[in-house]
């Protein structure tokens, strides 16, 4: 069980460029977010999604694509790059209804730069 | 909308010593949670505790405890006896609970950051 993960750990774009960060989870859970972090501010919702095939937009959605076409992944595109969404950049995904107890479980994260 | 407010940039504490991080929040839910996350230096996101707005007892998890005021709408992380690896970020966050979609949001707090001192 390897919970969240993400790919790659570290990514350098130059502007312009297009990408996609990875994530999968392997807690057959039916939800799963995009998060991005600044310095100096908490984390931002970017996209999210409540079960395969259906997404929506989150905080923060301009500059970024999302599909969800199994439960298990939820990639992250990124048409253009722009320095502004040098960031770090966390997937996460909880289970749905009861327990609302449960947090979300978080991945590593993605450290993306800009140049 | 909801919004969390964290107002202390950067805490100090000594080692051993109790320190409370003050977090608030501003919901039109009738019905939410609360969370506080742990980010060490090296990235990770950790879950120490969380607390239903409608739970009537203060949440606790070791030396974690929750200070609940709903009144007030605080949610004040309490760590109790301070370790040098408390050191790190630390973030609150809400989630409402006003249908299925909320369990995928969580909205964040700026943070706060602990220095535990020798």
């Known amino acids: 069980n390897a919970g969240v993960t993400q790919t790659p750990k570290f990514q350098v774009l130059k502007t312009g460029q297009s990408m996609t960060l990875q994530c999968a989870q392997d807690?057959?859970?039916?939800?799963m977010s995009w998060y991005r972090q600044d310095p100096g501010m908490g984390l931002r919702l970017i996209h999210y999604?409540?079960?395969?095939?259906?997404?929506d937009q989150g905080e923060v959605p301009n500059g970024y694509n999302v599909s969800r076409s199994t439960t298990e992944d939820f990639p992250l595109r990124l048409l253009s790059a722009a320095p502004s969404q040098t960031s770090v950049y966390f997937c996460?995904?909880?289970?749905?209804?009861?327990?609302?107890?449960?947090?979300?479980?978080f991945g590593p994260g993605t450290r993306l730069t800009v140049l | 909308a909801q919004k969390i407010t964290q107002t202390q940039p950067g805490m100090f504490v000594q080692e051993k010593e109790a320190v409370t991080l003050d977090c608030t929040y501003d919901?039109?839910?009738?019905?939410?949670?609360l969370f506080w996350y742990k980010q060490p230096s090296s990235g990770e996101m950790i879950f120490l505790i969380y607390?239903?707005?409608?739970?009537?007892q203060n949440a606790t998890e070791g030396r974690y405890s929750l200070n609940f005021q709903k009144a007030r709408k605080s949610a004040n992380l309490v760590i109790s006896a301070s370790q040098l690896g408390d050191s790190a970020m630390y973030f609150c966050?809400?989630?409402?609970?006003?249908?299925?979609?909320?369990?995928?949001?969580?909205?964040f707090g700026q943070g706060t950051i602990l220095t535990v001192h020798p």
């Open positions: 996460a995904s909880s289970p749905d209804q009861l327990p609302s107890t449960d947090t979300q479980y």
């Open positions: 807690m057959n859970h039916e939800y």
């Open positions: 999604s409540v079960g395969a095939g259906i997404t």
């Open positions: 919901t039109s839910d009738q019905s939410y949670g």
């Open positions: 607390q239903g707005s409608y739970d009537e």
């Open positions: 966050a809400m989630r409402g609970n006003a249908g299925g979609t909320s369990y995928g949001k969580l909205t």
